[in-house]
Protein backbone atom coordinates (compact mmCIF):
# COMPACT_ATOMS: atom_id res chain seq x y z
CA UNK A 1 0.00 0.00 0.00
CA UNK A 2 1.42 3.19 -1.00
CA UNK A 3 1.33 6.20 1.53
CA UNK A 4 0.45 8.97 0.30
CA UNK A 5 -1.08 12.55 2.01
CA UNK A 6 -5.01 12.72 2.00
CA UNK A 7 -5.03 15.40 -0.73
CA UNK A 8 -3.62 13.12 -3.17
CA UNK A 9 -6.06 10.52 -2.56
CA UNK A 10 -8.57 13.61 -3.00
CA UNK A 11 -6.82 13.61 -6.21
CA UNK A 12 -6.86 10.50 -7.20
CA UNK A 13 -10.04 9.80 -6.46
CA UNK A 14 -11.99 13.37 -7.91
CA UNK A 15 -9.99 13.50 -11.37
CA UNK A 16 -11.23 9.77 -12.77
CA UNK A 17 -14.29 11.41 -11.56
CA UNK A 18 -14.37 14.73 -13.37
CA UNK A 19 -13.37 13.11 -16.63
CA UNK A 20 -15.44 9.86 -16.33
CA UNK A 21 -18.92 12.42 -15.78
CA UNK A 22 -17.05 15.33 -18.19
CA UNK A 23 -17.10 12.82 -20.90
CA UNK A 24 -20.11 10.48 -20.19
CA UNK A 25 -23.17 13.21 -19.11
CA UNK A 26 -25.02 13.72 -22.41
CA UNK A 27 -25.63 17.29 -23.77
CA UNK A 28 -28.94 18.40 -23.46
CA UNK A 29 -30.99 18.94 -25.93
CA UNK A 30 -30.77 22.18 -28.28
CA UNK A 31 -31.48 23.94 -31.58
CA UNK A 32 -28.73 23.86 -34.15
CA UNK A 33 -31.16 25.29 -36.74
CA UNK A 34 -33.72 27.60 -37.73
CA UNK A 35 -35.10 28.11 -40.94
CA UNK A 36 -36.04 31.05 -42.10
CA UNK A 37 -34.12 33.86 -40.13
CA UNK A 38 -37.21 36.63 -40.66
CA UNK A 39 -40.99 36.25 -40.12
CA UNK A 40 -43.22 38.37 -41.05
CA UNK A 41 -46.27 39.77 -39.03
CA UNK A 42 -50.10 39.04 -40.60
CA UNK A 43 -48.77 36.39 -42.55
CA UNK A 44 -48.50 32.49 -41.85
CA UNK A 45 -45.03 31.23 -41.07
CA UNK A 46 -43.80 27.55 -41.31
CA UNK A 47 -40.27 27.46 -39.10
CA UNK A 48 -38.30 24.40 -40.03
CA UNK A 49 -36.09 23.72 -36.94
CA UNK A 50 -32.99 21.22 -36.59
CA UNK A 51 -32.66 19.91 -32.72
CA UNK A 52 -29.77 18.47 -30.92
CA UNK A 53 -30.13 15.41 -28.98
CA UNK A 54 -33.96 16.05 -29.55
CA UNK A 55 -36.32 13.37 -29.15
CA UNK A 56 -39.57 15.34 -31.24
CA UNK A 57 -41.28 11.97 -32.10
CA UNK A 58 -41.45 10.47 -28.50
CA UNK A 59 -44.53 10.42 -26.38
CA UNK A 60 -46.41 13.30 -25.96
CA UNK A 61 -47.51 16.65 -26.81
CA UNK A 62 -45.29 19.38 -28.10
CA UNK A 63 -45.34 23.11 -27.73
CA UNK A 64 -43.57 25.82 -29.26
CA UNK A 65 -43.97 29.81 -28.27
CA UNK A 66 -42.48 32.80 -30.11
CA UNK A 67 -41.56 35.09 -27.35
CA UNK A 68 -40.31 38.86 -26.73
CA UNK A 69 -40.31 40.45 -23.09
CA UNK A 70 -43.45 39.02 -21.47
CA UNK A 71 -45.36 38.63 -24.49
CA UNK A 72 -45.56 35.24 -26.27
CA UNK A 73 -47.67 33.58 -29.24
CA UNK A 74 -47.98 30.05 -29.71
CA UNK A 75 -47.50 28.01 -32.53
CA UNK A 76 -50.80 26.60 -34.54
CA UNK A 77 -49.51 23.54 -35.26
CA UNK A 78 -46.32 21.48 -34.13
CA UNK A 79 -45.25 19.06 -37.49
CA UNK A 80 -43.36 16.36 -36.10
CA UNK A 81 -40.65 14.94 -39.07
CA UNK A 82 -38.38 12.98 -36.76
CA UNK A 83 -36.57 12.88 -33.81
CA UNK A 84 -34.68 15.84 -34.94
CA UNK A 85 -36.33 17.80 -37.36
CA UNK A 86 -40.37 19.36 -36.57
CA UNK A 87 -41.50 22.11 -38.66
CA UNK A 88 -43.37 25.14 -36.23
CA UNK A 89 -46.56 26.72 -37.92
CA UNK A 90 -46.66 30.38 -36.99
CA UNK A 91 -50.02 32.48 -38.08
CA UNK A 92 -48.26 35.99 -36.35
CA UNK A 93 -50.49 39.13 -35.63
CA UNK A 94 -49.02 42.33 -35.37
CA UNK A 95 -46.76 42.60 -32.63
CA UNK A 96 -48.24 45.15 -29.73
CA UNK A 97 -45.58 46.63 -28.08
CA UNK A 98 -43.49 47.78 -30.45
CA UNK A 99 -43.25 50.78 -32.78
CA UNK A 100 -40.43 49.35 -34.79
CA UNK A 101 -40.35 47.60 -37.71
CA UNK A 102 -38.22 44.72 -36.45
CA UNK A 103 -38.52 42.86 -33.38
CA UNK A 104 -36.34 39.78 -31.89
CA UNK A 105 -38.03 36.84 -31.15
CA UNK A 106 -37.21 33.97 -29.09
CA UNK A 107 -38.31 30.84 -29.72
CA UNK A 108 -39.27 28.46 -26.57
CA UNK A 109 -40.52 24.76 -26.78
CA UNK A 110 -42.23 22.64 -24.15
CA UNK A 111 -41.44 18.59 -25.13
CA UNK A 112 -41.84 15.85 -22.59
CA UNK A 113 -38.12 15.95 -21.74
CA UNK A 114 -37.76 19.84 -20.90
CA UNK A 115 -37.93 23.31 -21.87
CA UNK A 116 -36.19 24.34 -25.69
CA UNK A 117 -34.74 27.88 -25.47
CA UNK A 118 -33.53 29.54 -28.25
CA UNK A 119 -32.85 33.59 -27.65
CA UNK A 120 -33.04 35.67 -30.58
CA UNK A 121 -34.32 33.07 -33.02
CA UNK A 122 -35.91 35.18 -35.77
CA UNK A 123 -36.68 38.30 -36.02
CA UNK A 124 -39.87 39.47 -36.77
CA UNK A 125 -40.86 41.88 -40.04
CA UNK A 126 -43.57 44.39 -38.95
CA UNK A 127 -44.01 45.64 -42.48
CA UNK A 128 -47.51 46.05 -43.80
CA UNK A 129 -47.01 45.85 -47.32
CA UNK A 130 -46.22 42.38 -46.53
CA UNK A 131 -49.29 41.20 -45.11
CA UNK A 132 -51.74 38.52 -46.71
CA UNK A 133 -54.69 39.66 -47.60
CA UNK A 134 -57.75 38.96 -45.69
CA UNK A 135 -55.29 37.05 -43.14
CA UNK A 136 -56.95 35.76 -39.83
CA UNK A 137 -54.76 35.01 -37.35
CA UNK A 138 -55.39 31.42 -34.72
CA UNK A 139 -53.51 33.03 -31.43
CA UNK A 140 -52.82 36.20 -30.06
CA UNK A 141 -50.07 37.49 -28.16
CA UNK A 142 -50.76 37.30 -24.54
CA UNK A 143 -48.71 38.03 -21.29
CA UNK A 144 -50.27 35.12 -19.36
CA UNK A 145 -47.33 33.07 -17.61
CA UNK A 146 -45.82 30.20 -19.70
CA UNK A 147 -45.76 26.67 -17.91
CA UNK A 148 -43.53 24.16 -19.46
CA UNK A 149 -42.42 20.91 -17.90
CA UNK A 150 -39.84 20.18 -15.87
CA UNK A 151 -36.63 19.33 -16.88
CA UNK A 152 -35.79 15.24 -16.72
CA UNK A 153 -32.75 13.97 -17.35
CA UNK A 154 -29.38 14.40 -15.80
CA UNK A 155 -27.47 16.49 -18.60
CA UNK A 156 -25.32 19.41 -19.55
CA UNK A 157 -27.15 22.55 -20.70
CA UNK A 158 -27.28 23.34 -24.61
CA UNK A 159 -25.35 26.66 -24.95
CA UNK A 160 -25.77 27.89 -28.28
CA UNK A 161 -22.03 28.17 -29.85
CA UNK A 162 -20.44 26.22 -27.24
CA UNK A 163 -22.16 22.73 -27.90
CA UNK A 164 -20.22 19.84 -26.74
CA UNK A 165 -17.12 21.69 -26.25
CA UNK A 166 -19.21 22.92 -23.05
CA UNK A 167 -17.27 19.94 -21.35
CA UNK A 168 -14.25 21.86 -21.65
CA UNK A 169 -15.17 24.15 -18.55
CA UNK A 170 -14.05 21.16 -16.46
CA UNK A 171 -10.62 21.06 -17.98
CA UNK A 172 -9.51 24.56 -19.19
CA UNK A 173 -10.98 27.04 -16.57
CA UNK A 174 -9.73 24.88 -13.17
CA UNK A 175 -6.46 25.05 -14.88
CA UNK A 176 -6.30 29.04 -13.82
CA UNK A 177 -7.83 28.77 -10.36
CA UNK A 178 -4.80 25.91 -9.70
CA UNK A 179 -2.49 28.38 -11.20
CA UNK A 180 -3.49 31.05 -9.23
CA UNK A 181 -3.36 29.00 -5.82
CA UNK A 182 0.20 27.91 -6.64
CA UNK A 183 1.44 31.40 -7.37
CA UNK A 184 -0.10 32.38 -4.51
CA UNK A 185 1.60 30.06 -2.26
CA UNK A 186 5.14 30.40 -3.84
CA UNK A 187 4.99 34.46 -2.87
CA UNK A 188 4.27 32.61 0.87
CA UNK A 189 7.36 30.45 0.82
CA UNK A 190 9.11 33.60 -1.24
CA UNK A 191 8.22 35.30 1.98
CA UNK A 192 9.15 32.81 4.47
CA UNK A 193 12.85 32.71 2.55
CA UNK A 194 13.20 36.52 2.86
CA UNK A 195 12.43 36.43 6.57
CA UNK A 196 14.26 33.12 7.39
CA UNK A 197 16.69 32.45 5.15
CA UNK A 198 16.31 28.77 4.84
CA UNK A 199 17.05 27.26 1.57
CA UNK A 200 14.02 25.14 1.60
CA UNK A 201 11.85 27.60 1.14
CA UNK A 202 13.93 28.39 -1.74
CA UNK A 203 13.38 25.53 -3.96
CA UNK A 204 9.66 25.64 -2.38
CA UNK A 205 9.14 28.93 -4.66
CA UNK A 206 10.85 27.73 -7.67
CA UNK A 207 8.85 24.31 -7.60
CA UNK A 208 5.69 26.13 -7.15
CA UNK A 209 5.94 28.67 -9.45
CA UNK A 210 7.26 26.17 -12.09
CA UNK A 211 3.98 23.79 -11.74
CA UNK A 212 2.22 26.97 -11.61
CA UNK A 213 3.78 28.54 -15.11
CA UNK A 214 3.18 24.43 -16.50
CA UNK A 215 -0.75 25.13 -15.69
CA UNK A 216 -0.79 28.59 -17.15
CA UNK A 217 0.98 26.94 -20.82
CA UNK A 218 -2.22 23.71 -20.27
CA UNK A 219 -4.34 26.76 -19.95
CA UNK A 220 -3.06 28.69 -22.60
CA UNK A 221 -3.66 25.79 -24.87
CA UNK A 222 -6.61 24.10 -23.76
CA UNK A 223 -8.16 27.74 -24.12
CA UNK A 224 -7.20 28.06 -27.35
CA UNK A 225 -8.32 24.53 -28.79
CA UNK A 226 -11.49 25.77 -27.29
CA UNK A 227 -11.42 29.18 -29.38
CA UNK A 228 -10.74 27.19 -31.99
CA UNK A 229 -14.24 25.50 -31.54
CA UNK A 230 -16.55 28.37 -30.35
CA UNK A 231 -14.74 31.35 -31.68
CA UNK A 232 -13.28 30.40 -34.95
CA UNK A 233 -9.83 30.91 -34.50
CA UNK A 234 -6.93 29.51 -32.05
CA UNK A 235 -6.19 33.00 -31.45
CA UNK A 236 -8.40 36.06 -31.38
CA UNK A 237 -6.42 38.50 -29.15
CA UNK A 238 -9.38 38.51 -26.54
CA UNK A 239 -7.80 40.61 -23.94
CA UNK A 240 -7.60 37.83 -21.26
CA UNK A 241 -5.43 35.83 -23.73
CA UNK A 242 -2.93 38.41 -24.31
CA UNK A 243 -3.16 38.75 -20.29
CA UNK A 244 -2.25 34.91 -20.11
CA UNK A 245 0.26 35.43 -22.72
CA UNK A 246 2.12 38.38 -20.66
CA UNK A 247 1.86 36.89 -17.07
CA UNK A 248 3.49 34.27 -18.56
CA UNK A 249 5.59 36.33 -19.63
CA UNK A 250 6.45 37.75 -16.61
CA UNK A 251 7.36 34.70 -15.13
CA UNK A 252 9.46 34.20 -17.56
CA UNK A 253 11.61 36.98 -15.92
CA UNK A 254 11.52 34.91 -12.87
CA UNK A 255 13.54 32.24 -14.45
CA UNK A 256 15.71 34.57 -16.25
CA UNK A 257 16.81 35.97 -13.46
CA UNK A 258 17.97 33.18 -12.02
CA UNK A 259 19.29 31.56 -14.54
CA UNK A 260 21.69 34.79 -14.81
CA UNK A 261 22.80 34.36 -11.27
CA UNK A 262 25.51 31.66 -9.83
CA UNK A 263 25.43 32.51 -6.66
CA UNK A 264 22.67 30.40 -5.05
CA UNK A 265 22.20 33.03 -1.96
CA UNK A 266 21.81 36.11 -4.16
CA UNK A 267 19.49 33.83 -6.98
CA UNK A 268 17.43 33.10 -4.06
CA UNK A 269 16.88 36.63 -2.80
CA UNK A 270 16.33 38.72 -5.89
CA UNK A 271 14.54 35.67 -7.22
CA UNK A 272 12.51 35.14 -4.67
CA UNK A 273 11.88 39.55 -4.35
CA UNK A 274 11.11 39.16 -8.16
CA UNK A 275 8.42 36.66 -7.58
CA UNK A 276 6.45 38.94 -4.80
CA UNK A 277 6.56 41.99 -7.22
CA UNK A 278 5.76 39.87 -10.10
CA UNK A 279 2.67 38.40 -8.37
CA UNK A 280 1.59 41.34 -7.11
CA UNK A 281 1.65 43.65 -10.38
CA UNK A 282 -0.25 40.43 -12.22
CA UNK A 283 -3.12 40.83 -10.27
CA UNK A 284 -4.46 44.14 -12.05
CA UNK A 285 -3.10 42.63 -14.60
CA UNK A 286 -5.34 39.25 -14.53
CA UNK A 287 -8.62 40.80 -12.13
CA UNK A 288 -8.46 44.53 -12.88
CA UNK A 289 -7.71 45.56 -16.56
CA UNK A 290 -9.35 43.06 -17.89
CA UNK A 291 -12.81 44.39 -16.82
CA UNK A 292 -12.53 47.19 -18.80
CA UNK A 293 -12.25 45.88 -22.27
CA UNK A 294 -14.80 44.03 -24.23
CA UNK A 295 -13.84 40.21 -24.41
CA UNK A 296 -15.41 37.05 -25.52
CA UNK A 297 -14.97 35.91 -22.36
CA UNK A 298 -17.87 35.36 -19.90
CA UNK A 299 -17.44 37.47 -16.73
CA UNK A 300 -16.21 40.99 -19.19
CA UNK A 301 -17.98 44.27 -19.59
CA UNK A 302 -18.88 44.21 -16.54
CA UNK A 303 -20.81 40.52 -16.04
CA UNK A 304 -20.51 38.49 -13.58
CA UNK A 305 -18.04 35.57 -14.33
CA UNK A 306 -19.86 32.46 -12.59
CA UNK A 307 -23.03 33.45 -12.24
CA UNK A 308 -26.03 31.06 -13.15
CA UNK A 309 -26.29 31.66 -16.48
CA UNK A 310 -22.66 29.81 -16.99
CA UNK A 311 -23.00 26.92 -14.81
CA UNK A 312 -25.80 25.07 -14.18
CA UNK A 313 -26.77 22.71 -10.89
CA UNK A 314 -25.13 19.54 -13.07
CA UNK A 315 -22.01 21.54 -14.02
CA UNK A 316 -21.70 22.48 -10.70
CA UNK A 317 -21.85 18.88 -9.60
CA UNK A 318 -18.39 17.74 -11.88
CA UNK A 319 -16.91 22.08 -11.81
CA UNK A 320 -16.07 21.97 -8.39
CA UNK A 321 -14.74 19.21 -7.52
CA UNK A 322 -12.32 19.80 -10.73
CA UNK A 323 -11.42 22.72 -8.99
CA UNK A 324 -9.77 20.99 -5.90
CA UNK A 325 -8.71 18.03 -7.78
CA UNK A 326 -6.35 20.22 -10.15
CA UNK A 327 -4.99 22.56 -7.25
CA UNK A 328 -4.24 18.91 -5.85
CA UNK A 329 -2.89 18.06 -8.53
CA UNK A 330 -0.81 21.15 -9.19
CA UNK A 331 0.62 21.17 -5.64
CA UNK A 332 1.87 17.57 -6.32
CA UNK A 333 3.37 18.38 -9.05
CA UNK A 334 5.65 21.04 -7.45
CA UNK A 335 6.16 18.57 -4.46
CA UNK A 336 7.76 16.27 -6.78
CA UNK A 337 9.85 18.94 -8.52
CA UNK A 338 10.97 20.16 -5.07
CA UNK A 339 11.62 16.71 -3.62
CA UNK A 340 13.88 16.41 -6.66
CA UNK A 341 15.60 19.54 -6.23
CA UNK A 342 16.02 17.36 -2.36
CA UNK A 343 17.65 14.85 -4.20
CA UNK A 344 19.95 16.47 -6.20
CA UNK A 345 21.16 18.67 -3.20
CA UNK A 346 22.34 15.08 -1.37
CA UNK A 347 24.19 14.32 -4.05
CA UNK A 348 26.01 17.63 -4.29
CA UNK B 1 15.42 61.34 6.76
CA UNK B 2 14.00 64.00 4.24
CA UNK B 3 17.74 65.30 3.96
CA UNK B 4 19.28 62.56 3.23
CA UNK B 5 16.67 62.24 0.50
CA UNK B 6 17.43 65.91 -0.72
CA UNK B 7 21.34 65.66 -0.30
CA UNK B 8 21.18 62.17 -2.35
CA UNK B 9 18.86 64.03 -4.92
CA UNK B 10 21.50 66.61 -5.83
CA UNK B 11 24.32 64.77 -5.84
CA UNK B 12 22.52 62.65 -8.48
CA UNK B 13 21.66 66.00 -9.94
CA UNK B 14 24.68 67.49 -9.73
CA UNK B 15 26.63 64.59 -11.25
CA UNK B 16 24.00 64.42 -14.11
CA UNK B 17 24.79 67.66 -14.72
CA UNK B 18 28.21 67.84 -14.72
CA UNK B 19 29.07 65.08 -17.00
CA UNK B 20 25.76 65.45 -18.89
CA UNK B 21 26.41 61.97 -20.34
CA UNK B 22 22.69 60.33 -19.45
CA UNK B 23 20.87 63.51 -20.15
CA UNK B 24 22.75 63.93 -23.60
CA UNK B 25 22.78 60.34 -24.61
CA UNK B 26 19.00 60.41 -23.63
CA UNK B 27 18.38 63.11 -25.73
CA UNK B 28 20.13 62.34 -28.87
CA UNK B 29 18.53 58.59 -28.26
CA UNK B 30 15.22 60.41 -28.28
CA UNK B 31 15.91 62.71 -31.09
CA UNK B 32 16.74 59.60 -33.30
CA UNK B 33 14.20 57.72 -32.98
CA UNK B 34 11.81 59.99 -33.89
CA UNK B 35 14.00 61.11 -37.04
CA UNK B 36 13.26 57.35 -37.63
CA UNK B 37 9.78 57.49 -37.07
CA UNK B 38 9.63 60.56 -39.11
CA UNK B 39 11.16 59.32 -42.55
CA UNK B 40 9.09 55.87 -41.92
CA UNK B 41 5.95 57.31 -41.04
CA UNK B 42 6.22 60.74 -42.91
CA UNK B 43 2.59 61.23 -41.60
CA UNK B 44 0.58 59.66 -39.01
CA UNK B 45 -2.80 59.12 -38.38
CA UNK B 46 -4.52 59.68 -34.75
CA UNK B 47 -4.66 55.46 -34.00
CA UNK B 48 -0.71 55.61 -34.82
CA UNK B 49 -0.10 58.45 -33.10
CA UNK B 50 -1.20 56.92 -29.67
CA UNK B 51 0.51 54.22 -30.39
CA UNK B 52 3.77 56.00 -31.70
CA UNK B 53 3.64 58.25 -28.53
CA UNK B 54 3.76 55.16 -26.25
CA UNK B 55 6.58 53.04 -28.31
CA UNK B 56 8.59 56.32 -27.95
CA UNK B 57 7.75 56.73 -24.25
CA UNK B 58 8.29 53.50 -23.15
CA UNK B 59 11.57 52.86 -24.66
CA UNK B 60 12.71 56.44 -23.50
CA UNK B 61 12.13 55.36 -20.02
CA UNK B 62 13.52 51.78 -20.16
CA UNK B 63 17.39 53.66 -21.74
CA UNK B 64 16.57 56.44 -19.04
CA UNK B 65 16.43 54.58 -16.06
CA UNK B 66 18.16 51.49 -16.72
CA UNK B 67 21.58 51.47 -15.33
CA UNK B 68 20.56 53.75 -12.33
CA UNK B 69 21.68 51.91 -9.68
CA UNK B 70 25.37 51.08 -11.21
CA UNK B 71 26.14 54.21 -12.75
CA UNK B 72 28.10 55.28 -9.88
CA UNK B 73 31.86 53.93 -9.50
CA UNK B 74 32.29 51.11 -7.13
CA UNK B 75 34.01 53.47 -4.23
CA UNK B 76 31.37 55.78 -4.20
CA UNK B 77 28.86 53.63 -4.35
CA UNK B 78 29.97 51.69 -0.80
CA UNK B 79 30.31 55.10 0.65
CA UNK B 80 26.28 55.96 -0.47
CA UNK B 81 25.79 52.24 0.77
CA UNK B 82 27.37 52.81 4.44
CA UNK B 83 26.19 56.16 4.75
CA UNK B 84 22.47 56.62 3.81
CA UNK B 85 19.18 54.66 4.46
CA UNK B 86 17.70 52.14 2.12
CA UNK B 87 14.76 54.51 1.88
CA UNK B 88 16.08 57.37 1.23
CA UNK B 89 18.15 55.95 -1.18
CA UNK B 90 14.91 54.81 -2.94
CA UNK B 91 13.24 57.94 -2.44
CA UNK B 92 15.78 60.18 -3.84
CA UNK B 93 16.18 57.43 -7.23
CA UNK B 94 12.27 57.43 -7.50
CA UNK B 95 12.36 61.30 -7.43
CA UNK B 96 15.18 61.57 -9.67
CA UNK B 97 13.95 58.92 -12.15
CA UNK B 98 10.48 60.70 -12.01
CA UNK B 99 11.75 64.29 -12.53
CA UNK B 100 13.83 63.17 -15.14
CA UNK B 101 11.36 61.29 -16.67
CA UNK B 102 8.85 63.92 -17.13
CA UNK B 103 10.96 66.63 -18.29
CA UNK B 104 12.13 63.69 -20.94
CA UNK B 105 8.86 62.85 -21.58
CA UNK B 106 7.47 66.88 -22.42
CA UNK B 107 10.03 67.04 -24.77
CA UNK B 108 9.03 63.90 -26.58
CA UNK B 109 5.61 64.79 -27.06
CA UNK B 110 7.02 68.51 -27.95
CA UNK B 111 9.44 66.76 -30.70
CA UNK B 112 6.55 64.76 -31.61
CA UNK B 113 4.17 67.56 -32.08
CA UNK B 114 6.88 69.18 -34.16
CA UNK B 115 7.84 65.94 -36.39
CA UNK B 116 4.11 64.53 -36.65
CA UNK B 117 1.15 66.43 -34.98
CA UNK B 118 -0.79 66.96 -31.71
CA UNK B 119 -4.13 65.44 -31.94
CA UNK B 120 -4.84 66.33 -28.24
CA UNK B 121 -8.15 68.07 -27.84
CA UNK B 122 -8.76 67.26 -23.73
CA UNK B 123 -5.17 68.84 -22.37
CA UNK B 124 -6.63 68.07 -18.62
CA UNK B 125 -6.79 64.67 -19.09
CA UNK B 126 -3.60 64.10 -21.54
CA UNK B 127 -1.51 66.27 -18.73
CA UNK B 128 -3.04 63.15 -15.90
CA UNK B 129 -2.40 60.80 -17.65
CA UNK B 130 1.26 61.50 -18.85
CA UNK B 131 2.04 62.40 -15.46
CA UNK B 132 0.00 59.16 -13.93
CA UNK B 133 1.61 57.21 -15.86
CA UNK B 134 5.34 58.34 -15.74
CA UNK B 135 5.06 57.68 -11.89
CA UNK B 136 4.35 54.50 -12.05
CA UNK B 137 6.57 53.56 -15.00
CA UNK B 138 9.17 55.60 -12.99
CA UNK B 139 8.31 53.54 -9.70
CA UNK B 140 8.33 49.75 -11.73
CA UNK B 141 11.43 50.54 -13.46
CA UNK B 142 13.68 51.53 -10.48
CA UNK B 143 12.46 48.82 -8.58
CA UNK B 144 13.59 46.45 -12.00
CA UNK B 145 16.61 48.67 -12.83
CA UNK B 146 17.92 47.54 -9.37
CA UNK B 147 17.38 43.88 -9.70
CA UNK B 148 18.60 44.45 -13.28
CA UNK B 149 21.74 46.01 -11.15
CA UNK B 150 21.71 43.07 -8.86
CA UNK B 151 21.30 39.80 -11.55
CA UNK B 152 24.40 40.60 -14.28
CA UNK B 153 23.42 44.22 -15.29
CA UNK B 154 22.87 43.79 -18.95
CA UNK B 155 20.55 45.91 -20.42
CA UNK B 156 18.52 43.34 -22.42
CA UNK B 157 17.41 41.74 -18.97
CA UNK B 158 15.74 45.37 -17.92
CA UNK B 159 13.79 45.21 -21.16
CA UNK B 160 12.63 42.05 -20.44
CA UNK B 161 11.61 42.25 -17.16
CA UNK B 162 9.79 45.57 -17.49
CA UNK B 163 8.11 45.55 -20.49
CA UNK B 164 5.63 43.14 -19.14
CA UNK B 165 5.50 44.77 -16.00
CA UNK B 166 4.07 48.02 -16.97
CA UNK B 167 1.37 46.39 -19.06
CA UNK B 168 -1.39 47.30 -17.05
CA UNK B 169 -0.20 50.83 -17.13
CA UNK B 170 0.25 51.08 -20.42
CA UNK B 171 -3.24 49.31 -21.36
CA UNK B 172 -5.30 52.00 -19.66
CA UNK B 173 -2.62 54.55 -20.45
CA UNK B 174 -3.31 54.39 -23.66
CA UNK B 175 -6.84 54.11 -23.59
CA UNK B 176 -7.37 57.02 -21.95
CA UNK B 177 -4.56 58.81 -24.51
CA UNK B 178 -7.88 57.56 -27.03
CA UNK B 179 -10.16 59.49 -24.85
CA UNK B 180 -7.89 63.08 -24.72
CA UNK B 181 -7.60 62.75 -28.30
CA UNK B 182 -11.03 61.85 -28.59
CA UNK B 183 -10.81 58.81 -30.92
CA UNK B 184 -12.97 56.95 -28.48
CA UNK B 185 -15.65 57.90 -26.17
CA UNK B 186 -15.71 57.03 -22.93
CA UNK B 187 -17.42 58.55 -19.74
CA UNK B 188 -16.37 56.16 -17.80
CA UNK B 189 -12.57 56.90 -18.33
CA UNK B 190 -12.12 57.81 -14.73
CA UNK B 191 -12.23 54.19 -13.50
CA UNK B 192 -8.54 54.20 -16.17
CA UNK B 193 -7.35 56.85 -13.87
CA UNK B 194 -8.08 55.56 -10.70
CA UNK B 195 -6.87 52.08 -11.69
CA UNK B 196 -3.31 53.61 -12.65
CA UNK B 197 -3.33 55.57 -9.27
CA UNK B 198 -4.10 52.58 -7.56
CA UNK B 199 -1.07 50.10 -9.54
CA UNK B 200 1.13 53.05 -8.68
CA UNK B 201 0.17 52.71 -4.81
CA UNK B 202 -0.03 49.10 -4.90
CA UNK B 203 4.09 49.46 -6.35
CA UNK B 204 5.28 52.23 -3.98
CA UNK B 205 4.11 49.96 -1.03
CA UNK B 206 5.47 47.18 -2.01
CA UNK B 207 8.63 49.04 -3.44
CA UNK B 208 9.05 50.26 0.44
CA UNK B 209 8.80 46.52 2.09
CA UNK B 210 11.18 44.97 -0.63
CA UNK B 211 13.98 47.50 -1.52
CA UNK B 212 15.48 47.53 1.29
CA UNK B 213 15.69 43.67 1.51
CA UNK B 214 17.23 44.04 -2.07
CA UNK B 215 19.41 46.94 -1.56
CA UNK B 216 21.10 45.35 1.21
CA UNK B 217 23.87 42.56 -0.10
Redesign the interface.
Given at each position: MVKLAWWKWVAIIIMPYVILMGFMVPLGQGIVNINPFIVKSLNTNTLTITGYNTRFNSEGKIKAWLRQGEWHLEADQVLVQDERHASLVFSIPVFPDSMQNQVDLSLVMDTPDGPLVLPSAVSLSQDVAHATPGFQAAGQWSKEMLTVREESNFNYPFRNILGETIRNTYFHVPLWFAMVMVFMFSVYYSYRY?RFKEIQDEWKTESLVAAGVLFGILGTVTGAIWARFTWGAFWSFDVKQN?TA??L??Y??YF??RS??GDPD?RA??SS??N???F??LI??IF??PR??DSLHPGSGGNPAFGSQDLDNTMRLVFYPAVIAYICIAFWISQIRYRIKLLYNKID | MLREVFGLLGKDFKSELRNKQALTSISLYLFSIILVLYYSLMRVERMTWTGLLWIVLIFLSINTVQGCFSREVKQRHWYIYTLARPLSVYFSKVLYNLILLLGLNALAILLIGLFFTLPVTHWPLFILTMVLSTSGISLIFTFISLITAKSGDQAVVMTILATPLIFPILMAGSRLCLVAIELIQDSNYYKDLLSIFAMNLITFALSVFLFPILWRD
Open positions: LMISLIGGLINLARIIYIFAVLPLIIRF | -
